[in-house]
């Protein structure tokens, strides 16, 4: 079992950043890989980030490069997404998500974002 808490959502204007976090425990994830959804009101979760823990290879939405970036601290077990140039699109309930062979099997309880303009 992992068990997966995310932090960090809030309420930032456009163009602001912010940071959410994403603590694992329960297992050692050298396996697994964690990545970022998200979910607007009336539509579908939708991927945003992910991260190997082994090697720490990264891939981003097309719709956040640039602007996202994941990254983790070993020593804390955490996941971080830092996400600059926020916009109204970027407005969602987020959750970190863990699994092996691209599959995600624990989910934490979200975490959420407002961006208003």
């Known amino acids: 079992q992992v068990q997966l808490v995310e932090s960090g959502g809030g309420l930032v204007q456009v163009g602001g950043s912010l940071r959410l976090s994403c603590a694992a425990s329960?297992?050692?994830?050298?396996?697994?890989?964690i990545g970022w959804f998200r979910q607007a009101p009336g539509k579908e979760r939708e991927f945003v980030a992910a991260l190997k823990w082994s090697g720490g290879r990264t891939s981003y939405a097309d719709s956040v490069k640039g602007r996202f970036t994941i990254s983790r601290d070993n020593v804390k077990n955490t996941v971080y997404l830092q996400m600059n140039s926020l916009t109204p699109e970027d407005t969602a309930v987020y959750y970190c998500g863990t699994g092996v062979l691209g599959t995600y099997t624990y989910w934490g309880q979200g975490t959420q974002v407002t961006v208003s303009s």
């Open positions: 329960g297992r050692t994830l050298s396996s697994y890989t």
